[in-house]
């Protein structure tokens, strides 16, 4: 095949061509895209809490379990949990007002994850609460 | 008064990454459908080229920061788009690619196709030829598509390769000699 044969073809291959408008398209694609990237801060403050009450939970557990091996030592089993089925009562009732109040504000299911780390984190301090005071029992009573 | 001079793609650049996003659709009008054709010679399918062309115009946005701006913008734009070609054919040949299934936009989709199909009646010797591009080793499929199909001068050819106008002329000789041999085999004379 010649050269001007050859060169004749390839300048003659057809191309499909892009609808009209599809600079605009690609405009509301790139706007959207920043629509989304604009909810970013959101969700890293939303990870920011949660880390941050998981860490203070992980905190409160290893203390709180700190505490119940000193306690255990020092008092008996069965004044330990009779101390802590005593207020089981009040520290129900303030999980459930904490729940309730947060589904009411976000309904949607990042409020279960949220409300569970509520909820460890209140175990955590009546824990701490129930223990501390098992110390000062046992120390002071 | 005096005509407004149209800025250079880089000015442009500045301006969007100054802020003013919506100056960014003058660059998509500029290369829009050169990104089009050269995405369609590597997919040969016209539903996936445009949808790869609006994948590179994202890709170019959101990369804007990185670019050198004392750099020319065309050879980056061409870079971007064989990346993401290569990386669509690779999904596309593992069969990794999500189908949208909104009916919406599938019905919208096949409208602008049947246009696209009323436009374009693609004859069997163009496809034999374009896939025959495709088989030649990736260094000459450059040089010819350019110079051929795009209608480049050696020098464009050359800054969008990064290569001397001297290596364009010998890839273009050798390119030219190997595709008249495939397409010979193809039984194209």
């Known amino acids: 095949m010649?050269?001007?044969?050859?060169?004749?073809?390839?300048?003659?291959?057809?191309?499909?061509?892009?609808?009209?408008?599809?600079?605009?398209?690609?405009?509301?694609?790139?706007?959207?895209?920043?629509?989304?990237?604009?909810?970013?801060?959101?969700?890293?403050?939303?990870?920011?809490?949660?880390?941050?009450?998981?860490?203070?939970?992980?905190?409160?557990?290893?203390?709180?379990?700190?505490?119940?091996?000193?306690?255990?030592?020092?008092?008996?089993?069965?004044?330990?949990?009779?101390?802590?089925?005593?207020?089981?009562?009040?520290?129900?009732?303030?999980?459930?007002?904490?729940?309730?109040?947060?589904?009411?504000?976000?309904?949607?299911?990042?409020?279960?994850?949220?409300?569970?780390?509520?909820?460890?984190?209140?175990?955590?301090?009546?824990?701490?609460?129930?223990?501390?005071?098992?110390?000062?029992?046992?120390v002071y009573g | 008064m005096e005509k407004e001079k149209a800025l250079t793609d880089?000015?442009?650049?500045?301006?969007?990454?100054?802020?003013?996003?919506?100056?960014?659709?003058?660059?998509?009008?500029?290369?829009?459908?050169?990104?089009?054709?050269?995405?369609?010679?590597?997919?040969?399918?016209?539903?996936?080229?445009?949808?790869?062309?609006?994948?590179?115009?994202?890709?170019v946005f959101n990369s804007l920061k990185k670019f050198d701006i004392k750099r020319k913008f065309s050879p980056w734009i061409y870079k971007i788009a064989l990346n993401e070609t290569y990386n669509f054919i690779k999904k596309r040949s593992r069969g990794q690619l999500v189908h949208v299934e909104d009916e919406y936009v599938e019905n919208m989709v096949k409208t602008e196709n049947e246009l696209l199909r009323d436009e374009y009646d693609r004859s069997e010797e163009d496809e034999v030829i374009r896939k025959t591009i495709n088989e030649l080793p990736e260094k000459y499929q450059g040089v010819i598509y350019y110079f051929y199909l795009e209608e480049m001068s050696l020098k464009e050819v050359g800054e969008i390769l990064g290569i001397k106008v001297g290596s364009v002329k010998t890839r273009l000789t050798r390119g030219r000699r190997m595709l008249k041999e495939k397409l010979l085999t193809h039984g194209i004379t």
């Open chain 1, 2 to 138: 010649d050269d001007k044969v050859l060169e004749k073809k390839l300048r003659g291959l057809k191309s499909p061509k892009l609808p009209s408008g599809f600079s605009k398209q690609v405009m509301t694609a790139i706007y959207e895209q920043k629509v989304e990237k604009q909810s970013g801060p959101i969700l890293v403050f939303q990870r920011a809490i949660n880390y941050a009450s998981l860490g203070i939970f992980g905190v409160l557990c290893v203390y709180g379990l700190y505490e119940m091996v000193l306690s255990l030592s020092r008092s008996g089993v069965s004044e330990y949990f009779g101390l802590i089925f005593s207020n089981f009562d009040v520290f129900a009732k303030h999980v459930s007002l904490v729940l309730g109040a947060l589904f009411k504000a976000f309904p949607k299911m990042i409020v279960l994850e949220f409300g569970l780390y509520v909820f460890f984190f209140i175990v955590s301090v009546k824990m701490y609460k129930v223990l501390h005071s098992l110390k000062y029992i046992k």
């Open chain 2, 10 to 59: 880089e000015q442009i650049i500045a301006l969007v990454i100054d802020g003013k996003v919506d100056r960014f659709e003058e660059l998509v009008q500029r290369y829009q459908n050169k990104i089009f054709r050269f995405v369609y010679q590597k997919v040969l399918n016209s539903d996936d080229a445009m949808e790869l062309t609006q994948e590179v115009f994202l890709k």
